[in-house]
């Protein structure tokens, strides 16, 4: 929980540039910067780049909220010699980068025992359960309900012997209390026609939704933020110290690539990128690598499918957007700095071929890649620390488009003032806190 529950923590004082410095400008450092507008506070996100240009750019746009188990599981490590041998597959480790990924893939074996396995799960849980009607409030809010389609999502095999795996895992999300419908094969043809008939069946989703273009929610919301007061620097920060000295004492410096910037307080939202200033703000060094994922979009496939499918064999989905049909997926440990081997997206393609009647149409497809950031533990960092000084948003891997609206509630409420004389109401966040590093 916060280190302190009768004031907002951060100091007063006239000599800072902006109440809260949000690093980060992707969709989760963006939808808390209007949060944290909507309380009053001035708000400044910084980013190196233009807002939604990083992992929130690219996704697969499902609001997943039937994912409550890890991605990673156990078979990690015995898939190893597989992903080390095969560049193109579903999961793929760089040797490169085999001594950095070790440690997090045992912290992450270590999870996977009983007891860090519920935490995970009642966390993912936590903000799943909230995470449409929290889309729902902030789309409202800013009158993009037209970004969000809430048709469901399907989950497909095509091995018969596939469906003891299919029926297993409707028995573990039923015991999650998760909302899940059996699908025949010719429920699949009636909603999906153009899909392949030789598919079994699946498991349908009904509380689940996409959004037809991740990048516009990024934009959108920025406008809004914007037309709230909040000021978008085009900066890379470099670094950050809490301030202790001077006629304001407390707050918090941010080195950047034009000169410091001064805060009462600091989000941390820099996705993939934030473990380096958690680092030197707090004094905790956080296990953050990155699962690398890629999309191709197909901007020539319209009206192919209703709503985002998923295939369980073959392992990446496909989601209908206003610019075409994309295909995402696949995890690569590579860590942040070696490039893009797009030869992956492409892959997606061939993925696919077989599980329509007819082959998806490639022309002017467009191949992209984006940083998730993962946790071994699966779940993401929502905190407030260092005296109320500084907040954390980050760390939310395969969901973070799923979990940023209610995040950004929950940064609203960490951040809020206390009403007076009253103990702050806070959400339940001790499944995310940053010191169970
Ligand atoms: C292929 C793929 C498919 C996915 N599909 C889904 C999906 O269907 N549903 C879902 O819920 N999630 C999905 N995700 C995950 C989701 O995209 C991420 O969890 C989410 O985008 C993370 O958002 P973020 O704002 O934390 O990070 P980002 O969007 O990466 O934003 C971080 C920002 O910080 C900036 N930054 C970094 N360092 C600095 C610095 N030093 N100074 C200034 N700025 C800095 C970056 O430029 C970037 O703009 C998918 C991810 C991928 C890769």
Redesign the pocket.
Known sequence: MPNDSRSDGAPDGADVDTDVAV???????VACALALARQGLRVTV????E??????????????TEQVFPIADASILKRLPAMLMDPLGPLRLDWKHLPRALPWFARLLLNLRPAPFRRTVAGIRALNENSLDAWRRLLRSIGGEDLLVQEGSLLVFERPESRHAIDALRARLEQEEVPVDTWRAGAVRDAAPQLSAHLQGGLFFPRTGHFVDPYRVVLRLAEAAQACGVRFLR????GGRLRDGGACAGGVALATSQGELRARRVLI?????SAG?TAQLTGIRVPLDTE????LSLPREHGRLPFPVTSLERKF?MTPMAGGLRL??TVEFAGLKRPADLKRAWQLHRLSQGLFGADLDAGDATAWM????SLPDSLPVIDRVCGGRVLLA?G????????AAVTAEWIGQLAAPPAAGAPRALPDLAAYRLDRF
């Open positions: 690093v980060g400008a992707g969709i989760i450092g910084i980013d190196g780049q807002p939604g240009r990083g992992a929130s750019y690219g996704n697969a746009g499902h609001l997943a900066r890379q920060v470099r939202a820099c996705g993939a990128h200033l690398r994922g890629y999309h989905i995402a997926g984006g940083f998730r950031p980050f939310h891997q395969h969901l973070g488009l799923t979990h």
